[in-house]
């Protein structure tokens, strides 16, 4: 199927969305778990690049909608027509945005304290869950178990690709005995974080394909395989971090603070090709379940 210029539009818009919302909401939860360990001049630096991700976010997401009523029909001239703006406001569109504004408000407004408070930290879930309110798990009858397994994966997805960026601050910082136990304390929290945001997305792909065989016999499931291969893929950068460079910097190994920044990047470049991946996902393709 050829992609269209709204298809790529969507896709775009899409991926700007969730980069924005999910770096914002897991910068917060960062602050939350390694913030007494970061020196004071990295917070302005980390706040700064919450605020910027969260209007970002309110930009992109906007700019969706636009994108949506534009492609409904299927002229320019759509992108402006308030009868379709309303239609793709009223879809779900409206709930997910305005939910996600005010939580990634309380996030921006949480991040000036000393720690994140707990709104703050409600509005960095709010944000990153937003997405469950439409898409594919919502379309499934019953929808609660799978709205609550995406909620789960994306809080997941939120607290490991968010971290990144704030991690890449840290390493900036020089003290290697710093950088070396932000990275170990943020390493330990993820076994778990990801652990769970796995296990969310295996029992929710479960329940979207319907059977195995769908993973190749489809065009969502071929998609899928290409997504958990860059996952894959990303998985291999972080347990390099937690297995080779965080005993290396906990000794003390200057070194492998370059290599830390490096790996990072591969990391927040991954991250950016697997979102991409998914809202090419749920843009162009629907799951054989709901065929």
Known sequence: MPLSLWDAAS???????YAATLGAA???FFLAVCGPLIAGGDRPRIRSVVVGLA????????????????SMADDA??????SLIRMVWQAGAGRANAIRAIGLLLAALGVWSARPPWWALLGAAMAATSFAWTGHARALHPDVLPVMLVSAH???IAFW?????????VSRNGDVSRIAATAARFGSAAVFVVGGLMAAGVALLWMLLGDV???????????VMLKLAFVGCLLCFAAFNKLRLTPRLRAGDSRAVRSLRTSIRFEMILGAVILAVTAGL??????PALG
Request: proline share 3%.
């Open 11 to 17: 896709i775009a818009a899409k991926t700007l969305t």
């Open 26 to 28: 897991g910068a917060v």
């Open 55 to 70: 209007v970002l976010s309110v930009f992109a997401g906007g700019a969706q909608i636009l994108v949506s009523a534009g």
């Open 77 to 82: 001239a759509g992108l402006w027509e308030g």
């Open 154 to 156: 994306l809080v997941g």
């Open 161 to 169: 690709l968010g971290a990144l960026a704030p991690l890449l601050i």
């Open 213 to 223: 065989t769908a993973l190749w016999s489809s065009a969502y499931g071929r998609s």
């Open 282 to 287: 749920t843009t162009l393709f629907g799951p």
